[in-house]
């Protein structure tokens, strides 16, 4: 069982950049995929990025991809989203959440453990 804990979130001018981070417990991290979604008022959780469990394959969401980079540090049992070129619509809730299936997976069902979530507000 994993059990993961968002922290970094904030408030950030568009254009600027912002670091999330996610620390997971467990001594089985480093066989889980892990992955990024988010939240805004009044839509459904969506998927913004996801990691195999080492590191060396990634999977972005279109809305993200080119600006968003995902990354972790197995011997930290930490994942980060490193965020740039943030835009008003990044505003939500960013959840953390740990996937059973050590292959990166986009779908939301296929993760088990997550995280409360850290609030990103992007301001015009």
């Known amino acids: 069982q994993v059990q993961v804990v968002e922290s970094g979130g904030g408030l950030v001018q568009a254009g600027g950049s912002l670091r999330i981070s996610c620390a997971a417990s467990?001594?089985?991290?480093?066989?889980?995929?892990m992955g990024w979604f988010r939240q805004a008022p009044g839509k459904e959780r969506e998927f913004v990025a996801t990691?195999?469990?080492?590191?060396?394959?990634?999977y972005y969401a279109d809305t993200v991809k080119g600006r968003f980079t995902i990354s972790r540090d197995n011997a930290k049992n930490t994942v980060y989203l490193q965020m740039n070129s943030l835009k008003p619509e990044d505003t939500a809730v960013y959840y953390c959440?740990?996937?059973?299936?050590?292959?990166?997976?986009?779908?939301?069902?296929?993760?088990?453990?997550w995280g409360q979530g850290t609030q990103v507000t992007v301001s015009s």
């Open positions: 990691i195999d469990w080492s590191g060396t394959s990634t």
């Open positions: 467990g001594r089985t991290f480093s066989v889980y995929a």
């Open positions: 959440a740990a996937s059973p299936v050590s292959g990166m997976t986009h779908d939301i069902t296929h993760y088990a453990y």
